[in-house]
């Protein structure tokens, strides 16, 4: 069943840790990009704890582009990230979208994730590397290896319709099912703090049966100056635990779905 949904802001967060080498060029890209787009956007950075100059950079940016900075004093991992620019993010548009802040996702394909949300066609929307026309540049071989091995998990065990690349950075999310997530998760509904966020965060959303839809696109790892963050064999082990915490979790039946200012006045009661 379609339900649209009027888009007139989008919420871009990006969840970022030592990132100055590569966030200035996603920032540029992001403000060029989305200058002509037929909604208004707001790109949410939150510095998780960084060392380097990704704060200052944020602030400097956001002298020339719609910019709000959110930052955690330490380092509490990605998770937190994700949690805090989502939190904020569903407040500000009616779309939350996030990207990954090492310049590998191209903002060009907002509008693409945008439009099929704003037709009702999805809750969320994934910029997948299993679809049809997707191009992956640069990426190590170990890490395509576990993306195929996280999406051969979840065929077998918890499938998703119409998901495949369950650990993708680059998604849109609808604000009003980010909401109902929010109200019925409580304050913290995410557990990891691990790459392995992702693959949980897809995985709640299933639980308030948000529809998901992909859409191919080009993952640039080649154009990554900075040095990967991820530890492959901690973040299998997170995969593991987060599946093993969601296998026997049933989907909830709840279809109501008030309006988006409802749903948050309703999430700052429960505050």
């Given at each position: 069943m379609k339900t649209p949904t009027q888009v007139n802001e989008v919420a871009i967060v990006l969840p970022a840790y030592n990132e100055e080498k590569d966030l200035p060029s996603l920032l540029e890209n992001i403000r060029t990009t989305l200058a002509?787009?037929?909604f208004k956007y707001t790109v949410?950075?939150?510095d998780d704890g960084s060392k380097d100059r990704t704060a200052e950079i944020a602030r400097e940016a956001a002298k020339i582009m719609p910019l709000k900075l959110i930052q955690h004093e330490v380092n509490k991992g990605l998770g937190e990230g994700i949690q805090t620019g989502l939190r904020e993010g569903w407040h500000i548009g009616e779309v939350v979208v996030v990207m990954d802040s090492d310049n590998t996702h191209n903002p060009v394909y907002i509008q693409d994730m945008v439009k099929v949300i704003q037709e009702g066609d999805?809750?969320?929307v994934i910029a997948s590397r299993f679809q049809a026309g997707s191009v992956v540049q640069g990426?190590?071989?170990f890490r395509q290896v576990l993306s195929w091995g996280c999406f051969l998990m979840m065929k077998s065990l918890l499938p998703y319709r119409n998901a495949r690349d369950y650990s993708t950075g680059f998604r849109a999310y609808r604000s009003l099912t980010l909401g109902r997530l929010i109200k019925n998760a409580g304050p913290k509904f995410l557990e990891e703090?691990?790459?392995?966020?992702?693959l949980e965060l897809l995985l709640s959303l299933r639980w308030v049966g948000a529809r998901?839809?992909?859409?191919?696109?080009t993952l640039r790892y080649d154009l990554k100056v900075g040095v990967s963050k991820m530890r492959i064999m901690r973040t299998i082990r997170r995969?593991?635990?987060v599946i093993g915490r969601y296998w026997a979790k049933d989907v909830l039946q709840d279809s109501s779905e008030p309006s988006l200012g409802e749903l948050r006045r309703q999430v700052r009661r429960q505050a």
């Open positions: 002509d787009m037929p949410v950075v939150v999805a809750d969320v990426v190590p071989f703090s691990s790459f392995a966020c992702m998901a839809v992909e859409i191919p696109y995969y593991f635990n």
